[in-house]
């Protein structure tokens, strides 16, 4: 009880030494006057901006004044759309290319097609297919979220100590015992690792679509204050994605955590996502 609280602390002052030092750095060389504060704002009228975004105090931000969690809603429900079905799907259908090489022989040569292309190049697709609004951000998302989490997917599947597959096997456990009790809780560190990836992605995504196929989220408030040359709400947008994206990937993190109990003690940093 008596160290813990200082190697508390002291975890929390590595972590924030490095954010701290570059705002520090950032404030100083933008008010040096090398570039206009119209083109790079300090962080301070960053801040400013942010806030009046958040509350609408001042209404300093226009249209966009109090409207930030309501932009945070409209983007976050996006994401969470396209990730849950791209977990759904890229779970699935990992497990099965995984484990059935009939199934892999298949399935396995079209999505290695069709991974290469990038998702932004599917927006006018998107758009012709599903019109202005929140379904072609959904479906970039889930483009952009399904291919890690399913490489990652198969990846732990085909990783699956075969002694433990015989072992099963040997006590009488069908296909079905195997995937639930063997092989899936065996793949779900590298399904872990396939979610983290893909809700960075999924971020990424939504902010790409929200430019160009829709009209409310951060991505949206991000493009059309580049038009009106609000560069301090741009950045404001850019960190509230930075920070929505750190969030989502705490909350997986806590999830793997909490799942993978199993692992403590058992790898090198077995109780650390």
């Not at 989490?149 to 072992?167: E, F, M, P, Q, W």
């Not at 991000?222 to 950045?235: A, E, G, K, Q, T």
Request: charged fraction near 15%.
């Amino acid at each position: 009880m008596g160290t813990a609280a200082p190697a508390r602390w002291q975890r929390v002052l590595e972590r924030a030494a490095v954010p701290v030092l570059l705002v520090a750095g950032w404030e100083i060389f933008s008010r040096s006057g090398v570039l206009p504060e119209s083109l790079l704002p300090a962080p301070s009228m960053v801040a400013l901006a942010w806030a009046d975004w958040l509350t609408g105090y001042s209404g300093d931000t226009q249209s966009h004044s109090g409207r930030w969690l309501a932009d945070t809603a409209a983007s976050s429900a996006r994401v969470l759309a396209g990730f849950a079905i791209a977990a759904a799907l890229g779970v699935g259908l990992g497990v099965a290319i995984g484990w059935s090489r009939r199934i892999e022989a298949v399935i396995e040569p079209t999505l290695q097609t069709l991974r290469p292309i990038p998702p932004v190049s599917w927006i006018p697709l998107a758009i012709i297919w599903f019109g202005i609004a929140d379904k072609p951000a959904i479906f970039l998302v889930f483009l952009g979220a399904f291919f890690p989490i399913l490489l990652n997917t198969i990846h732990g599947v085909k990783s699956c100590d075969r002694d433990l597959i015989r072992a099963g096997a040997m006590v009488g456990g069908d296909q079905g015992k195997l995937l639930r009790f063997i092989v899936v809780p065996a793949a779900m560190p590298s399904i872990f690792a396939g979610l983290r990836i893909a809700v960075g992605s999924a971020w990424m995504l939504t902010v790409t679509a929200e430019m160009v196929a829709v009209k409310s989220g951060l991505g949206y408030v991000l493009w059309d204050s580049y038009y009106f040359l609000r560069y301090d709400i741009v950045l404001a947008a850019m960190a509230s994605i930075g920070l929505l994206g750190f969030l989502s990937d705490l909350a997986i993190r806590a999830v793997m955590n909490r799942t993978l109990r199993w692992r403590r003690g058992a790898t090198l940093r077995g109780g650390e996502g």
